[in-house]
């Protein structure tokens, strides 16, 4: 079974940037969609972003124009550019993916971003 790690998180300004990393156990070529998702305090998990095997991604629209997700299939690693961030981003973030061609579906453990002055 894949296992995804993820890392970047932290604490950051108002305007400031983060970058996410979802590493892989094993190759991403393995892996179908792949996604971001958030859970705020008291706020039910939500989508932020995914992205195809192919390379073809999505957003939700409160994220559009600031965030950007990406997979590099050969070292096993999506990543989520966070730009522009804004206090209500502050979540934890939590990557998921869909093995293929066997349709699992896989979480990693979260890593906490906070957006504060």
């Known amino acids: 079974q894949v296992q995804l790690v993820e890392s970047g998180g932290g604490l950051v300004q108002p305007g400031g940037s983060l970058r996410l990393s979802c590493s892989a156990s094993?190759?991403?070529?393995?892996?179908?969609?792949m996604g971001w998702y958030r859970q705020a305090p008291g706020k039910e998990r939500e989508l932020v972003a995914t992205?195809?095997?192919?390379?073809?991604?999505n957003y939700v629209a409160s994220v559009k124009d600031r965030f950007t997700i990406s997979r590099d299939n050969a070292n096993n690693t999506m990543y989520l550019q966070m730009n522009n961030l804004k206090p209500e981003d502050t979540a934890v973030y939590y990557c998921?993916?869909?093995?293929?061609?066997?349709?699992?579906?896989?979480w990693g453990q979260g890593t906490q971003v906070t957006v504060s002055s």
């Open positions: 992205i195809t095997r192919g390379g073809r991604p």
């Open positions: 998921n993916a869909v093995t293929w061609p066997a349709g699992q579906e896989v």
């Open positions: 094993r190759t991403l070529f393995s892996i179908d969609t």
